[in-house]
T-cell receptor, first 111, second 111 residues
Framework: DQQVKQNSPSLSVQEGRISILNCDYT??????FLWYKKYPAEGPTFLIS?????DKNEDGRFTVFLNKSAKHLSLHIVPSQPGDSAVYFC??????????FGAGTILRVKS | DVKVTQSSRYLVKRTGEKVFLECVQD?????MFWYRQDPGLGLRLIYF???????EKGDIPEGYSVSREKKERFSLILESASTNQTSMYLC??????????FGQGTRLTVV
């Protein structure tokens, strides 16, 4: 039973446009959410996070939105760049317990 | 910079062999984790450890064991390797169980 779901296996976006990656979760105990980025043959690297007491967090081109009532979060990348092409994992944590990851979304940014 | 180092990038082992995957972190983190990454399944937690000599099962511990004799080192052991354990193995450490820092991964092939 997947508690964190990324329903889009892949997404293709033109360079300069917005990329929107989505994530849904089922466990209402999750209080902290993270996005990781992974290039082939490398380990995931932390990208951005959000606490459940917020509904938005920005860091440069990356913004994460959290809708607690819908149990949904999204990552916006504006503008998208070819170097953003990677696998993006959504992760959630219930009160500092172990992270639970989604299946990942492959983002391809076309130049 | 946090550094998590996995002993091998690529490994090829035979069915039935005992396999050791080593992971070392240099940031004095209490928490360490072993995940495996498979296409369409994301990152699944095998085992984790919150302290030296302590270990807890993750979501898919069958066929694996772990050892944490020193704070900086967390080893994953495949007792008798099987072909369905062919995967990318990722080690991570964390200061607070929220944000995880990953190693570069070990691509294990069992033939």
């Amino acid at each position: 039973d997947q508690q964190v779901k990324q329903n889009s296996p892949s997404l293709s976006v033109q360079e300069g446009r917005i990329s929107i990656l989505n994530c849904d979760y089922t466990n209402s105990m999750f209080d902290y959410f993270l996005w990781y980025k992974k290039y082939p043959a490398e380990g995931p690297t932390f990208l951005i996070s959000i606490s459940s007491i917020k509904d938005k967090n920005e860091d440069g081109r990356f913004t994460v939105f959290l809708n607690k009532s819908a149990k949904h979060l999204s990552l916006h990348i504006v503008p998208s760049q070819p170097g953003d092409s990677a696998v993006y994992f959504c992760a959630a944590s219930p009160y500092g317990n172990k992270l639970v990851f989604g299946a990942g979304t492959i983002l391809r940014v076309k130049s | 910079d946090v550094k998590v180092t996995q002993s091998s990038r690529y490994l090829v082992k035979r069915t039935g062999e005992k396999v050791f995957l080593e992971c070392v972190q240099d940031m004095d983190h209490e928490n360490m984790f072993w995940y495996r990454q498979d296409p369409g399944l994301g990152l699944r937690l095998i085992y984790f450890s919150y302290d030296v000599k302590m270990k807890e099962k993750g979501d898919i511990p069958e066929g694996y064991s772990v050892s944490r004799e020193k704070k900086e080192r967390f080893s994953l052991i495949l007792e008798s390797a099987s072909t369905n354990q062919t995967s990318m193995y990722l080690c991570a450490s964390s200061p607070d169980r929220y944000e995880a820092f990953f190693g570069q991964g070990t691509r294990l092939t069992v033939v």
